[in-house]
């Protein structure tokens, strides 16, 4: 009888791992069930075992089905958000924490105007991937602003996009690719600007490609321009750090950025991201013991999912 039911788990089509869980819980409760008789009447039957463990799996995969999933990939009882992960500086993003660099670069960033005309531009880096099972593509979107991608020239990662065609003259920030210092030419870089770009899951990034996202005001609606000139930022000398991080927060609350993974099978899954800042001391971002003198604070920059 155990045989016909472990036979019966091997035809579902699931991620192995999922079916090792399957048998395994399967398999505990038949050994419970041999270890002791005086406790018969806790333990679940192997036949029960196997209904409720089958039940919630074909549950599990119906109601995947149903929102536009792939009952094959399944990482979790019915759990759809594991479906890919979106990392940035290798650590999984999340809803309830803020992922930043763990290095000093992950700070100001470049970011350039003048107080005196209350404009402002700025560039920092957007080092985000995604892994998962079976994905083909992966598509990045932004509302406000744009994804701004240099490669050397015609070797971009870029499979297709919607390009912008006045493109938003930030510059590039302090992540600018490093190369064969005095051999280095600008002509032999290719610089884009996108509102959405798609890359192949299995080439996301390299050392020679930098993704960044930038904005300018002169591009902005006349009320968020007021806005932000109410603030009275001045970025070579800014009255606090506190002041820092709040216009910061102002410049990066509306890029409504969002990640779709598309399966091979045609199916997709969309993650909408956040963009937000926090202030670290150099001891707190380096993890290390700093001097008074040298343990200043900073703004960083923060990813996490909505």
Not at 146 to 172: M, N, R, Y
Not at 247 to 261: E, M, N, Q, R, W
């Amino acid at each position: 009888m155990e045989h016909y039911y472990k036979r019966a788990l091997d035809k579902i089509k699931l991620d192995e791992s999922e079916k090792n869980r399957a048998k395994a819980l399967f398999c505990q409760a038949s050994e419970k069930k041999e270890r002791s008789h005086r406790s018969m009447g806790r333990l679940i039957k192997p036949a029960a075992a196997f209904a409720a463990v089958l039940a919630l799996i074909l549950l599990a995969n119906s109601v995947h089905a149903y929102f536009g999933g792939s009952p094959g990939r399944l990482s979790g009882a019915g759990d759809s958000s594991d479906h890919f992960t979106i990392t940035a500086y290798a650590k999984k993003l999340t809803k309830t924490g803020q992922v930043y660099a763990q290095q000093s670069e992950s700070g100001e960033g470049g970011v350039s105007g003048s107080k005196e005309e209350g404009t402002i531009s700025f560039a920092f880096w957007f080092p985000l991937e995604c892994s998962g099972k079976d994905i083909d593509t992966i598509t990045y979107t932004i509302q406000n602003g744009a994804f701004q991608i240099t490669t050397p020239a015609g070797k971009s990662l870029v499979v297709s996009g919607e390009e912008l065609q006045d493109p938003i003259e930030a510059g590039v920030s302090y992540r600018t690719i490093e190369q064969e210092g005095e051999e280095f030419h600008v002509s032999h870089y290719d610089t884009r600007q996108y509102r959405s770009f798609t890359v192949n899951y299995d080439e996301q990034g390299n050392d020679e490609t930098c993704i960044e996202i930038v904005d300018a005001s002169e591009r902005w609606e006349p009320e968020k321009i007021r806005q932000y000139q109410a603030f009275d930022y001045d970025i070579g000398s800014p009255k606090s750090i506190e002041l820092q991080k709040e216009v910061y927060d102002f410049l990066t609350k509306d890029l409504g950025i969002s990640c779709t993974a598309t399966f091979r099978d045609g199916t997709t899954q969309t993650k909408n991201i956040a963009v937000s800042n926090k202030i670290v001391t150099m001891s707190e971002l380096l993890d290390a013991e700093l001097s008074p003198e040298d343990d200043f604070s900073m703004v960083v920059r923060c990813f996490s999912l909505q």
